[in-house]
């Protein structure tokens, strides 16, 4: 569905990923490319001292201006300028990866002997970096259920952050961001939400209450399964200023070509969404009507704890979803080793269709799992599905295939 633009543009959401960032005509002739050309440096360099002075003296002042190439030039702004677009933020700070963007974060709002409380649903190797990095800096973080009464329950006097995302990671729990948020200010904590699922363009954290919205542009901006980049937007002047800082220091930079690619890949943003969410509608009837099917974690299904949520505060959906089935890890692994159009893989947000196993030790600290597996989901295994652009036809057959080999003696 298509959705509205925010703030004072003109333009819808669809509209502006097609304009934003086009090459500017040259003056003398009067052409130019309809894309923004990569545009590579090291070196900037400037027409005067004065000139310098001036860019210097913004840099200073937490402005967008490039000095060196780090910080990049016209393509780097493009995009930066797309995510904000899609965010509703006021600047955005590329990073390497998601991951290097959660960290940037993290690392702009955390100090030694501070806390951050974490939702149990968020991206695994969160807990990874708290494990060899945060608490290595002398910063405490608990883990806990996105639900006010856990989260009051482990608020301590030096709490500064609440960082959640929204689905879910793994089982796509919709989390309330609004009554979380307001919970969170009351507390003068600094949210920050991982919005990797919705990518601006389907969910807005900011919008909903989140300070810091961060993504792994890595999925469905870039579209392709072609780069590795990620991002935090922000739209208060005190945050961004202190995202500024930590992004200098840390010395993150993104490549031209990458940037150039995940532009590329936000023209068709919306229309790749949209596709894949069409098809993992259709993919999700024919799963509910199989018999080893005991649950399908997906925010759109009708069935799912999460819909309501979803229809309240999402503007869409995309092809990402998990299936719990009743088949032993024999016999999931040959049903993964029997379909011929999904790829094993751990990324989404692609062209393609992906399939992986969710790792049981991975659900054993996931309070969602805890608090909807019934006996029998518990005595099955747990498939992670992205529902590419292929014919959902072709899907239906290929998983028919798998899930009979699944079942031969």
Excluded at 28 to 43: I, Q
Aim: glycine share 8%; net charge negative; with cysteine.
């Amino acid at each position: 569905m298509p959705r509205e633009s925010t703030g004072d543009a003109p333009d819808r959401i669809d509209t502006q990923l097609q304009h934003i960032g086009q090459a500017p005509l040259d003056p003398v002739t009067g052409a130019g490319p309809v894309a923004l050309p990569s545009m590579r440096t090291s070196t900037v360099r400037f027409a005067s001292m004065d000139m310098l002075d001036r860019a210097q003296a913004a840099k200073q002042r937490g402005e967008r201006v490039p000095t060196y190439g780090r910080v990049g030039l016209q393509t780097h702004e493009a995009l930066e300028t797309l995510l904000c677009r899609l965010e509703g933020g006021q600047r955005a700070f590329l990073a390497p990866s998601g991951m290097a963007a959660i960290s940037m974060a993290l690392m702009a709002c955390l100090s030694q002997g501070e806390h951050a409380l974490v939702v149990d649903c968020v991206y695994g190797p969160v807990r990874y970096l708290h494990k060899t990095i945060l608490s290595r800096m002398g910063i405490a973080a608990d883990f806990v259920a996105p639900s006010l009464e856990k989260l009051q329950a482990a608020l301590r006097p030096e709490t500064r952050i609440l960082y959640l995302e929204s689905p879910g990671s793994l089982l796509l729990e919709m989390l309330d961001l609004p009554a979380l948020a307001r919970w969170a200010h009351q507390h003068k904590l600094t949210v920050i939400a991982d919005n990797t699922w919705g990518s601006g363009y389907i969910y807005q954290p900011l919008t909903l209450g989140a300070d810091i919205s961060v993504i792994a542009a890595t999925k469905y901006i870039g579209g392709h399964s072609d780069l590795m980049l990620g991002a935090a937007v922000a739209t208060d002047p005190a945050l961004i200023a202190r995202l500024h800082e930590t992004h200098y220091a840390l010395g993150s930079t993104v490549s031209a070509d990458d940037a150039w690619l995940a532009l590329r890949g936000a023209r068709t943003l919306g229309l790749r969404m949209r596709g894949c969410a069409e098809n993992a509608q259709t993919v999700c009837q024919w799963l509910a009507q199989q018999p080893q099917v005991s649950r399908i974690f997906f925010p759109a299904w009708p069935e799912d704890p999460g819909h309501a949520l979803w229809q309240r505060d999402a503007k869409g959906s995309n092809g990402l979803l998990a299936v719990a089935v009743d088949f032993t890890t024999p016999q999931t692994r040959r049903l993964i080793d029997h379909l011929r159009l999904f790829s094993i893989g751990y990324s989404w947000g692609g062209y393609e269709s992906l399939v992986t196993q969710v790792e049981p030790s991975a659900l054993a600290s996931h309070h969602y799992w805890g608090a909807n597996a019934t006996p029998r989901m518990q005595a099955g295994t747990v498939l992670r599905l992205h529902i590419g652009l292929e014919d959902p036809v072709d899907l239906i057959a290929d998983l028919d295939e798998a899930f009979k080999a699944a079942a031969q003696p």
